[in-house]
């Protein structure tokens, strides 16, 4: 449950990270039930899903930049980041308000955030979360804020949520605007090449195809509202026309037995006369007389 802070905790925060480290104070009012200073405290530490996500992916975009992030940098940005926190926290005590009474909302960490990297030399879109609020709906904008501080320093949560934001980054890629999609398009270009989102890549991946595999349309009315019904209406899908087999010809029966073909006797038969009669030969065409012989 979150505390409420007065100025002299705040004054007790405000020394306490002059003395120690960012870390220091992410745990402390982390203790006092504040969860953006748990997420902080991920990335500080670097012992949480969205915290190493974080980290490398301002890496990345130093990098893209030329401008690599060294580890003296990197410290001076996480501190310059926790002292912006407290003074967004601090600028709630004002006129009759003696006491912090909320964490901070999406408007207020989205600039403290671009006005760091701003001023250490980097883009805004060095943090995680600027092209994604870029591209989500305004509406929509406190409501993931609200989910994000939801997961911090929850495991299970982070990855899901890593990997919803993945998904929807996707879809936008395909459904935004000309510039919200190269927006969306360069964001999961980085998130695929960090080293440990591996896991956030496989998850948020197995969701798309199971949205694909739905109803998508659903997914991108809660991310982009209510779709817009076109003039005219999509024809209907029509059944395949039926296959038609033709049938085959009958085959025609023969109407009696065919001839039998003769066969040709064997021997040779009775050798050729060479005259009328056998006159001059061995034989008599009656065949079996006497043989003749002329003197």
């Known amino acids: 449950m979150l505390e409420k802070l007065d100025s002299g905790n705040l004054k007790f925060a405000e020394g306490y990270l002059r003395e120690t480290n960012p870390g220091f104070l992410y ?3 982390s203790g006092k039930g504040y969860t953006y200073a748990t997420l902080a405290l991920g990335v500080a530490e670097q012992n949480t899903v969205a915290g190493i996500v974080a980290m490398n992916y301002m890496k990345e975009v130093a990098a893209a930049q030329g401008m690599p992030v060294d580890e003296s940098k990197t410290q001076e940005i996480l501190r310059e980041m926790a002292s912006e926190y407290l ?6 005590i004002e006129d009759e308000q003696l006491e912090v009474v909320r964490d901070i909302n999406y408007q207020e960490v989205w600039k403290f955030h671009s006005d760091v990297f701003i001023s250490a030399g980097y883009t805004a879109d060095a943090w995680t979360l600027n092209s994604v609020f870029t591209i989500l709906p305004e509406g929509k904008r406190e409501e993931y804020w609200q989910r994000v501080l939801d997961s911090a ?3 299970q949560a982070e990855l899901e949520l890593a990997a919803e934001t993945y998904m929807f980054m996707h879809i936008a890629s395909i459904s935004a605007s000309s510039e919200g999609r190269q927006m969306a398009a360069r964001w999961i270009r980085r998130i695929e090449s960090i080293e440990n989102s ?17 109803s998508i349309t659903q997914v991108k009315a809660y991310i982009f ?20 087999v033709m049938p085959l010809p009958p085959v025609q029966m023969p109407t009696q037995p065919p001839a039998r073909r ?15 009669g056998y006159d001059n030969g061995g ?8 043989l003749r012989i002329d003197p």
């Not at 591996?198 to 739905?214: E, R």
């Not at 779709?227 to 209907?236: K, M, T």
């Not at 034989?283 to 006497?290: Q, T």
């Open 27 to 29: 745990h402390y009012l």
């Open 87 to 92: 003074k967004v926290l601090k600028s709630q």
């Open 153 to 155: 320093g929850n495991t």
């Open 198 to 214: 591996g896991a956030i890549v496989k998850l948020g991946s197995a969701k798309l195809v199971k949205i694909f595999g739905g």
């Open 225 to 244: 509202g209510k779709p817009v019904v076109p003039y005219y209406p999509a024809p209907a899908p029509t059944s395949p026309p039926p296959k038609i």
């Open 262 to 276: 003769r066969r040709r006797r064997g021997g040779g038969g009775r050798p050729p006369t060479t005259a009328a």
């Open 283 to 290: 034989h008599y065409s009656g065949g079996g007389g006497r």
